[in-house]
Nanobody
């Protein structure tokens, strides 16, 4: 079992930056790949970014590529999502997810554990 708790969401103006964090506990953090998904009102939950167990491989949705950066600190059992040049369309609840194994995937169904989400609102 892995427990995930997100933090760092909030309100930011368009063009601004925000970093959300996800603290993990339970199963050895270094044995899981991690990802961020987001869900806007009335929309499906969508993939944002993922990072492999080692941190050596990262993947991004086209909509955030070049603006968002996913990273992890296995010693601190934490994964981060640095979000720059934020746009109003980035407004959503951001969820942290984990899966056992080394590889990161972009598909929601590949992830076994989920956090409760943190709200990110970007004003125009």
């Amino acid at each position: 079992q892995v427990q995930l708790v997100e933090s760092g969401g909030g309100l930011v103006q368009a063009g601004g930056s925000l970093r959300v964090s996800c603290a993990a506990s339970g199963r050895t953090f270094g044995s899981v790949a991690m990802a961020w998904f987001r869900q806007a009102p009335g929309k499906e939950r969508e993939f944002v970014a993922a990072i492999s167990r080692s941190g050596g491989s990262t993947f991004y949705a086209d909509s955030v590529k070049g603006r968002f950066t996913i990273s992890r600190n296995n010693a601190k059992l934490t994964v981060y999502l640095q979000m720059n040049s934020l746009k109003p369309e980035d407004t959503a609840v951001y969820y942290c997810a984990a899966r056992g194994g080394s590889s990161a995937y972009t598909v929601r169904g590949q992830y076994d554990y989920w956090g409760q989400g943190t709200q990110v609102t970007v004003s125009s």
